[in-house]
């Protein structure tokens, strides 16, 4: 017991381990800084490289056939990159989740190779996906790799993963709060003191990378005026429309990919398929096609009619979710922020001109419906407002997008919609069969925090229903550190830490989740 208290004193308040974590966290924020700022750098050389290409071949027929030949090969490069690692397919971001979680066991060389070189074809390619899911996967196994290059623990390698997730949404966007959010909301569902520090430390370093390659503009460049109080009921209806489509999209993901694996296409026939539709639509309506980009610098320069709008927004979710349900690598965080851009484009349109407001409000709408929109898809309302604000350098929308995106949100769980990347992690664990592997003996130490609603607060340590295979080692109560004994009560904001072998960790970690109310 006295070696198990000493360990545990070392791990929670020695200043030599917290600032081992540190020098980690700084080389997490450069490797996985650089990685993912080398797969935004291709990523943008690709589809600047394909739009010259497209104005090249619109009138020469052996240029398009050749451009479509070229499409094939891609589709089956795909194919075969899926099949060489198969964890590279998809967002990427809950094959992170699953991780984290202690299903999955991930060669983080071979995805930062995979995942890096798929997302330059499917760009080449016009598929409607973003960098962004890859881009956390990308930095979270590069924080994989700076965890194994100090032989640390797997609770530090759990740690260092997390942190390089934030590092890719904080290069991808130039968003680091939002980034350290994102980790915190989405994918590791807790509150880690230790875990936040380090994440905004990597945070910080990535941004200054990102910021010294790419420029320290802000990625939206909206002007912004106010909407007056008496207009505010508007942001209620926003949201309602809002979290009605949100709903509408995640279920059309789901549906569509459930549709393709009943169809039960040999994968190379797919992926051809797949990227000739893209052609097509690369050559006929080129606003559509990649990630979003091109359309939002439409809005950039000029706010179109509102049948142009229309147009390109049913247009935008059917390729999207198209691209998406086809499992080829790539994301759907910037198609999600295209879309909302357009909802509100649209609304904003239709009242602007109803109620007689300046033209310029259009872009107040569009600016909270992105943010709105990321709540009632993704479900991480904090993590949209932040990344929202830290886009456009602003928080003069704060009120309006934190009304929007808390309806938004509600809508769609409210009509039983999960959110999607829950939705696709638990469809990650089902079509792989993922039962855990055993691996050799280890201890993971996890921190959990005791929320206001958990039903086991001012219980007994011995009365709360704990996993046998885990045990309550060490509570941090008003920032002091206890060894609890069984009659030790649990409060509210505790933050209770369980130690558990790792091959029992990732089942431990559902039932306290569950326990928690996590």
């Not at 898809?377 to 456009?392: D, H, K, Q, Y």
Request: hydrophobic content about 50%; charged content about 15%.
């Amino acid at each position: 017991m006295k070696h198990l208290e000493k360990t545990l004193r070392s791990v929670v308040e020695n200043p030599k381990y917290i600032f081992r974590l540190t020098i980690q966290g700084i080389m997490v924020g450069i490797f996985a800084g650089l990685m993912v700022c080398l797969y935004r750098f291709l990523l943008s050389t690709s589809e600047h490289i394909l739009r010259n290409y497209l104005t090249i071949i619109q009138t020469n027929v052996f240029y398009i056939v050749l451009f479509f030949v070229f499409l094939a090969i891609l589709g089956l490069l795909i194919d075969w990159i899926i099949k060489w690692e198969v964890d590279s397919a998809g967002s990427g971001i809950p094959q992170v989740y699953a991780e984290v979680k202690g299903h999955m066991e991930a060669n983080w060389v071979k995805i930062l190779f995979s995942k890096i070189v798929a997302g330059v074809i499917t760009t080449l390619g016009g598929l409607s996906l973003g960098p962004e899911g890859p881009s956390v996967q990308i930095g979270g196994m590069a924080g994989k790799g700076v965890a194994h290059l100090f032989k640390g623990s797997k609770t530090d390698e759990l740690r260092l993963i997390l942190v390089g997730s934030a590092v890719g949404i904080t290069a991808a966007f130039n968003a680091p709060l939002a980034g350290v959010l994102f980790v915190m909301e989405e994918i590791n569902h807790g509150f880690d003191k230790t875990l936040i520090f380090i994440a905004l430390v990597s945070a910080i370093v990535s941004d200054f990378i990102s910021k010294s390659i790419f420029g320290q503009a802000t990625v939206l460049a909206f002007p912004i005026n106010n909407i007056p109080l008496e207009n505010y009921w508007l942001f209620i209806v926003l949201g309602i429309v809002i979290g009605i489509i949100g709903y509408t999209y995640n279920v059309g993901m789901l549906k569509l990919s459930d549709f393709e694996n009943r169809l039960k296409i040999p994968s190379k026939l797919k992926f051809v398929v797949v990227f000739v539709v893209s052609g097509v639509v690369a050559l006929t309506i080129p606003e559509i096609s990649g990630g979003g980009h091109f359309m939002m610098d439409i809005l950039d320069v000029a706010i179109p009619s509102l049948g142009v709008l229309v147009f390109l927004l049913v247009l935008k979710y059917l390729f999207s979710i198209f691209s998406f349900s086809s499992g080829a690598p790539g994301g759907i965080f910037l198609p999600i922020l295209v879309l909302g851009a357009y909802i509100g484009a649209i609304f904003g349109s239709v009242v602007v001109t109803a109620f007689g407001m300046e033209h310029n409000l259009i872009y107040k709408f569009i600016v909270i419906s992105m943010a709105g929109f990321f709540a009632a898809t993704v479900r991480s309302p904090i993590t949209g407002i932040v990344l929202i604000a830290e886009m456009c350098g602003s928080t003069e929308s704060l009120v309006a997008m934190i009304i929007v995106s808390l309806i938004a949100y509600v809508v769609p769980t409210i009509l039983g919609n999960e959110p999607i990347y829950e939705s696709l992690y638990d469809r990650l664990l089902l079509k792989k069969n993922r039962e855990f592997v055993k691996k050799p003996s280890k201890q993971v130490l996890s921190e959990y925090v005791v929320p206001l609603d958990c039903d086991y607060i001012n219980f007994k340590i011995k009365d709360i229903p704990f996993p046998k295979n885990a045990i309550v080692v060490s509570v941090i109560r008003n920032g002091k550190y206890i060894i609890p004994t069984e009659e030790f009560n649990i409060k509210y904001s505790d933050q209770v830490h369980i130690l558990t072998d790792v091959n029992d960790y990732p089942f431990v970690r559902e039932e306290i989740e569950k326990l928690f109310g996590g």
